[in-house]
């Protein structure tokens, strides 16, 4: 018996994340005739100085619903604070230092989206005047 594994070949995308209000959702999706594999990517956050615990979780949606949580970081981040947040592939790691200011790693395997699909990135009592950068890497593929 023989197994034949068919890649259609895609390409390394850089979705940028230009400065969000914290109080905003993200919402990055592949749209109409194409797949995305969710790779890996980083967030900086940049809380205003309102006092308040501000939390970053990754979900996944249909379009419209919340079909799947990815994570979310339970380190808060507090008035007039910016830290970092990396995201991806599962990694294990011994005796390794995170990177200063950062929140810490958060893994989770490829995730495929197609479609209307979408990956969020949401602020958790996120305010107005806070504000959320970055990137996600993705292989994007035309169907």
Not at 81 to 93: A, C, N, Q, S
Not at 128 to 133: H, I, K, V, W
């Amino acid at each position: 018996m023989s197994i034949n594994w068919t890649f259609q070949g895609g390409k390394r995308v850089i979705k940028t994340i230009a400065a969000t209000a914290g109080d905003a959702v993200a919402n990055l999706s592949p749209g109409t005739g194409k797949r995305w594999l969710v790779l890996r990517g980083r967030l900086t956050l940049v809380a205003d100085a309102n006092a308040a615990n501000r939390y970053v979780n990754l979900r996944l949606t249909d379009g419209t619903n919340v079909v799947e949580g990815i994570g979310q970081l339970s380190t808060a981040i507090v008035a007039n604070e910016t830290k970092i947040l990396d995201f991806g592939e599962v990694r294990f790691m011994s005796g390794a230092a995170i990177a200063y200011d950062s929140l810490g790693y958060l893994g989770f395997n490829p995730i495929l989206l197609e479609g209307a699909d979408q990956f969020r990135i949401e602020i958790v009592g996120g305010l107005a005047g806070d504000s959320y950068s970055g990137y996600v890497v993705v292989l994007e593929i035309d169907i």
